[in-house]
């Protein structure tokens, strides 16, 4: 019998994919990814586990990788400063290349013959899976049900769901399409289609509005060791601790929601929310930092590199060599981004408003218009003469 390994989400169109997948003369082996999404906090597990086995599954996987997520995927970007089109933090983009290496070392173990998943044709997650699974094993077939098959709305697939005894939880179904990690969730789908209406409050789900909020600012001080987030108010933290504690803090004050339309792969322009606390404190602040302790040439050259790095996490090339000279690249400006960052969060902002660090080329003697300036203002002249030179006529 020919084995597909499915990526598994626990929801209706994965479940009902097993189902149609062992239609289709499949062993259906399921994969969840526990990248930070609250698995078990709403339903628990166990039951996610008979629901797949409920559906045919003939093995489930279950795994946590919350910390493989955040030190091989979130930091190298956080370091790259990648975000995308000015304000997509990339929670998803980066979530689904992981996703996609485990499913190919499963796929390998269980000597399986393909991969599925249930992205639709028209995301970017489904050419990132595809990609990123390609370039690590392009001899696998991949499957994507949702783009073919028979279903074309979701009252079908409850349907579905429903004569085959598929156990689905259809009530508390939000009027959302939602895809949720440790570094932030994306939110779109339902009223959020109509660009001229606000999102409703009831669309976020983690970050206070903040119209909501108390009348008072929270300080805090975030200390960065060669571009790696470790301390938080002088308290040491494993990474993925720590962002979670700033997702918690940034959220009562409102901080990391975006609205956007963004430009997806596929040539779609789509309208998208995000929540993404310590994303957004994590990003203000080592930005910050960088501006401390880069030269010039650097750190403009840098801005340019984030760009291209967040265009290809975004179009699913996490794998490719440009991405990885990029790493390279980026790795060796991260030397001496050492030091604190003091932030204000208020009302759904987060400004830094200390800096510290030994490395910094900030140099209180030239810049000051006090009288401790050591700087020879003499020498301006001859430089602005022949800075300015090859445009005289
Ligand atoms: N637009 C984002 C991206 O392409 C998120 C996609 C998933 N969004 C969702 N609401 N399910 O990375």
Redesign the pocket.
């Known amino acids: 019998m020919k084995k597909v390994v499915l990526a598994y989400s626990g929801g209706l169109d994965t479940s009902c994919i097993i189902r149609w997948l062992k239609g289709q003369g499949y062993e259906v082996i399921c994969f969840m990814a526990d990248l930070g999404q609250g698995l078990g906090q709403g339903e628990n597990l166990e039951a996610i586990e008979s629901r797949a086995f409920a559906a045919g599954a003939s093995k489930v996987y279950i795994k946590d990788l919350q910390d493989e997520f955040v030190e091989d995927f979130v930091l190298p970007a956080l370091q790259a400063n990648a975000i995308y089109e000015g304000k ?1 933090l ?4 980066l979530g689904r290349p992981l996703i996609a290496k485990y499913l190919v070392q499963i796929a390998h173990k269980e000597k399986a013959d393909a991969i599925a998943h249930g992205c639709t044709g028209k ?3 489904q050419v990132r899976i595809e990609v990123a699974a390609g370039i690590l094993d392009a001899r696998l077939n991949i499957i994507a049900p949702v783009r073919t098959w028979e279903f074309q709305s979701r009252e079908e697939e409850i349907e579905y769901a429903k004569t085959h005894n598929i156990p689905i939880d259809v009530t508390k179904k939000k009027p ?4 949720r990690n440790i570094w932030g969730i ?4 339902g009223i959020l289609e109509d660009l001229t209406q606000e999102p409703p409050e009831d669309a976020y789900m983690i970050t206070k509005s903040p119209t909501s909020q108390a009348s008072y600012p929270k300080y805090m001080e975030v200390y960065f060791q060669k571009g790696v987030p470790k301390k938080i108010d002088g308290r040491v933290y494993k990474l993925k601790t720590l962002i979670s504690h700033l997702n918690a803090i940034g959220g009562l004050y409102g901080v990391g929601r975006s609205d956007m339309v ?1 430009n ?1 792969l596929v040539g779609i322009k ?1 309208r ?1 929310i995000y929540e993404a606390p310590a994303a957004t404190i994590l990003h203000t602040a080592h930005k910050e930092l960088e501006a401390l302790v880069l030269d010039r040439e650097l750190s403009h050259f840098k801005d340019i590199i984030s760009l291209k790095y967040a265009e290809l996490v ?1 179009n699913g090339l996490w794998f490719s060599p440009l991405k990885e000279a990029l790493d390279g690249f980026v790795k060796s400006t991260q030397k001496h981004v050492t030091g604190s960052i003091k932030l204000k969060l208020f009302k759904g902002n987060c400004v830094a408003v200390g800096r510290k660090s030994a490395h910094s080329l900030y140099k209180k003697e030239l810049s000051t218009y006090g009288k401790e300036d050591k700087f020879d203002q003499k020498l301006a002249e001859g430089f602005i003469k022949i800075w300015g030179m090859p445009y005289r006529r």
């Open positions: 997509y990339l929670a998803t983009a995301g970017n997650d959302y399409s939602i895809d994306s939110i779109e789908a963004e997806r789509s998208e975004y």
